[in-house]
């Protein structure tokens, strides 16, 4: 989550334990204690979501440098495989086309290219191995290969677990907002005559906005979401 739905993350939890303070008046079964309810709800939601949120981040970092590891890999043994063609063109002129190296090219694009190295470097591969490749070079370019396309999956796995994390909490946050709105209403229509409980229901309800370096602001009146967002 951002500073901001961290900071209505936590207000909806004062306003959760305001309903506590002030069972009496929302007994249970009655549509304000159903509202509260609904809140404490949201809160136990917006904490499980940001969990998966915060461990899909994590996964998506960690199998960004797993991807980058193997595609550096990838292309290490490509070079190899383009150079000794370099080498070859001299009697075979034209071959050095057929394994150039590629540049600033994609994922999908560069894999693609792997497995036609690998698939063209068959007919040549004695003349290749002569030069020094392994006698395994073309599988290991293979697997190489394979590894790099499973290292693009796992990122996009965890990319999706993040993104479908961050949705659930951007729903759950306009829920608890819709509900706290409604209880603003109902907390100031039920007690009017009572300043210690619209106090206390004054600070609940508050949401400061976090500047751009994530301060709160100096001056002015803290967000009031329930009422006036």
Same mark, same amino acid.
């Given at each position: 989550?951002? +500073?901001?739905?961290?900071?209505?993350?936590?207000?909806?939890?004062?306003?959760?334990?305001?309903?506590?303070?002030?069972?009496? !008046?929302?007994?249970? *079964?009655?549509?304000?204690?159903?509202?509260?309810?609904?809140?404490?709800?949201?809160?136990?939601?917006?904490? @499980? #979501?940001?969990?998966?949120?915060?461990?899909?981040?994590?996964?998506?970092?960690?199998?960004?440098?797993?991807?980058?590891? $193997?595609?550096?890999?990838?292309?290490?043994?490509?070079?190899?495989?383009?150079?000794?063609?370099?080498?070859?063109?001299?009697? +075979?002129?034209?071959?050095? /086309?057929? &394994?150039?190296?590629?540049?600033?090219? *994609?994922?999908? %694009?560069?894999?693609?290219? @792997?497995?036609?190295?690998?698939?063209? $470097? =068959?007919?040549?591969?004695?003349?290749?191995?002569?030069?020094?490749?392994? @006698?395994? &070079?073309?599988?290991?370019?293979?697997? !190489?290969?394979?590894?790099?396309?499973?290292?693009?999956?796992?990122?996009?796995?965890?990319?999706?677990?993040?993104?479908?994390? +961050?949705?659930?909490?951007?729903?759950?946050?306009?829920?608890?907002? =819709?509900? $706290?709105?409604?209880? /603003?209403?109902?907390?100031?229509?039920?007690?009017? /005559?009572?300043?210690?409980?619209? @106090? %206390?229901?004054?600070?609940?309800? #508050?949401?400061?906005?976090?500047?751009?370096?994530?301060? #709160?602001?100096?001056?002015?009146?803290?967000? %009031?979401?329930? $009422?006036? !967002?």
């Amino acid at each position: 989550m951002d +500073t901001l739905d961290t900071k209505r993350q936590e207000m909806f939890i004062r306003v959760r334990e305001f309903g506590v303070q002030y069972a009496a !008046t929302f007994p249970a *079964g009655s549509y304000g204690a159903g509202l509260f309810e609904q809140l404490g709800e949201v809160v136990e939601n917006l904490r @499980a #979501h940001s969990l998966e949120q915060s461990k899909g981040r994590s996964s998506v970092r960690e199998s960004s440098a797993s991807k980058s590891a $193997a595609r550096d890999e990838l292309l290490r043994r490509m070079e190899s495989v383009s150079r000794t063609a370099r080498v070859l063109a001299y009697n +075979t002129p034209g071959l050095e /086309d057929k &394994f150039r190296m590629p540049r600033g090219v *994609g994922d999908q %694009a560069l894999l693609t290219l @792997a497995r036609t190295f690998a698939s063209d $470097a =068959r007919p040549l591969k004695a003349e290749f191995t002569k030069r020094g490749l392994g @006698a395994d &070079f073309i599988q290991e370019l293979d697997e !190489t290969a394979g590894a790099f396309d499973s290292a693009i999956n796992q990122k996009v796995q965890h990319r999706g677990k993040q993104v479908a994390a +961050t949705a659930a909490i951007d729903g759950l946050i306009e829920r608890g907002l =819709r509900i $706290a709105r409604e209880l /603003d209403a109902l907390v100031r229509n039920t007690r009017p /005559d009572d300043p210690p409980a619209l @106090a %206390a229901w004054e600070s609940a309800s #508050h949401v400061e906005k976090p500047t751009r370096r994530g301060r #709160h602001k100096s001056s002015g009146s803290p967000e %009031a979401a329930p $009422a006036q !967002t």
